[in-house]
């Protein structure tokens, strides 16, 4: 049973830094692409970050680009979101998703976690 957990959410002051994490369990990295995804209230759910297995290619969106970070460690099977420089429009809830790559580049991925509260704010 696939099933991924995210954890490392939190209330930080804009400028600031969190790591989210996504553990993995009921398959193995090598073989997904993990993304990371966001949904703000009263706004439509965007890809944020996504990383593919077999080659760890990484894709971000514009409005992350040069603060996010998104890696993976395959033998702890679990996909990290490293963001720097955080501002009051990133505060949403952070969900990861796998599938294929072009399931989650699509914004379809088939599995979902249960998602992390960022909140940025003074």
């Known amino acids: 049973q696939v099933q991924l957990v995210e954890s490392g959410g939190g209330l930080v002051q804009p400028g600031g830094s969190l790591r989210l994490s996504c553990a993995a369990s009921?398959?193995?990295?090598?073989?997904?692409?993990i993304g990371w995804f966001r949904q703000a209230p009263g706004k439509e759910r965007e890809g944020v970050s996504c990383?593919?297995?077999?080659?760890?290619?990484?894709y971000y969106a514009d409005s992350v680009k040069g603060r996010f970070t998104i890696s993976r460690d395959n033998a702890k099977n679990t996909v990290y979101l490293q963001m720097n420089s955080l501002k009051p429009e990133d505060t949403a809830v952070y969900y990861c998703?796998?599938?294929?790559?072009?399931?989650?580049?699509?914004?379809?991925?088939?599995?979902w976690g249960q998602g992390t509260q960022v909140t940025v704010s003074s």
């Open positions: 009921g398959f193995t990295l090598d073989y997904y692409a």
């Open positions: 990383i593919s297995t077999n080659y760890g290619s990484t």
């Open positions: 998703a796998t599938d294929r790559l072009a399931e989650v580049l699509a914004g379809a991925p088939r599995y």
